[in-house]
């Protein structure tokens, strides 16, 4: 008797018996793996009440480290004054604004699952559009203001620009950054919104080329400040007069001293291109997230996969933290570092 094995299951001949059958996905069982297990007899993990804690937990630390970086931005004037102080502000307000949103997601679909029926049709747009703008529009935005915030700080530090540089170039710089961001923001939240296969036809081959294009610019401009710095910092081996170090400990101090400059981009290597490589890898063969995932591989994606806004969320840590100059300012001139100075003076 032929079968035909549904739903991607294999198809066993077994030489003993003489017999052929069906091995299911873990999904799926009958004689041709047509019948879809029912959901109280699958391995499940509830991954809205998953997801939901991990965004409240993010939603508390972007609240607060983006909270932090306004208000040292805003009160302090010599960082007011700067081309960085105007990109950091904006990109505080765009990452609270998509993390808002992402948890308002996150909410709608826990509380749905425990007592909440709604139309289905009005629920996936719902969870689209705060979703993919939250996350994904939210996320490319402060990559890219990162990005200019790199470039920036390589200027200062490897040229003759002033740190306080007239604020119209900052203004400048983000409307020509506009001209690549905003496009590339709606294609996303529309490409985003589709449920076909993201290379289905000619359109969403092109879009999502310019999506990973515009993406990869950004990290060009990661990638060449970073370059930029590192040369400088090459070049100012040759200044140090001192015979009793060696140019490898000397480099290593410099780097140790602009570290500041490379913790952005790191943080944003490490945590978003995960999902960016293995989702479109992924995606062609399975579901990020399927049926019947064993508890480790569940953890490890479900972790990849909240990854990508934690850079969004510890603004202060990767931005204000590792430099002197700003924290010499945040203590000077936010309520909450000279609390933490007027400590560390008793202590």
Request: glycine share 2%.
């Amino acid at each position: 008797m032929s079968i035909n094995c549904s739903n991607n299951g294999q198809l066993i001949f077994n030489v003993t018996l003489n017999q052929s059958y069906c091995q299911c996905n873990p999904c799926y069982q009958g004689l041709n793996c047509s019948e879809l297990i029912p959901r109280k007899q699958q391995v499940q993990f509830n991954l809205k009440r998953d997801n939901f804690i991990i965004s409240l937990i993010l939603t508390l630390l972007t609240l607060l480290n983006n909270h932090l970086t306004v208000e040292l931005c805003i009160r302090s004037k010599r960082i007011r004054s700067t081309n960085i102080g105007i990109y950091l502000i904006i990109y505080s307000l765009v990452s609270i604004i998509g993390r808002i949103l992402l948890f308002i997601s996150d909410s709608i679909q826990y509380m749905k699952s425990i007592d909440l029926h709604e139309n289905i049709e009005l629920d996936e747009t719902l969870q689209c559009f705060l979703e993919k703008l939250g996350k994904h529009v939210a996320t490319f935005i402060c990559v890219w203001i990162g990005a200019l915030i790199a470039f920036e700080r390589a200027l200062i530090i490897c040229s003759t620009v002033r740190m306080n540089a007239s604020r119209w170039r900052s203004m400048k710089v983000l409307l020509i950054s506009l001209c690549f961001i905003a496009p590339t923001c709606i294609l996303m939240l529309i490409y985003r919104c589709q449920e076909d296969s993201p290379h289905g036809t000619l359109e969403s081959r092109l879009t999502s080329a310019l999506i990973y294009t515009v993406d990869f610019l950004a990290g060009v401009i990661y990638l060449a400040s970073t370059i930029i710095v590192l040369k400088n910092l090459a070049s100012r081996i040759s200044h140090f007069t001192s015979v009793q170090q060696s140019r490898r400990n000397i480099y290593r101090i410099l780097l140790k001293r602009h570290f500041f400059i490379f913790l952005p981009p790191l943080i944003y290597s490490l945590c978003v291109l995960p999902y960016q490589i293995w989702y479109p890898i992924n995606r062609s063969k399975q579901t990020f997230l399927y049926c019947g995932i064993s508890a480790t591989e569940y953890l490890f994606k479900i972790l990849v996969y909240q990854l990508t806004p934690v850079p969004t969320a510890i603004t202060w840590l990767i931005f204000i933290y590792p430099s002197n100059v700003y924290m010499t300012e945040f203590y000077r001139e936010t309520r909450l570092g000279r609390r933490l100075q007027q400590r560390l003076l008793i202590h």
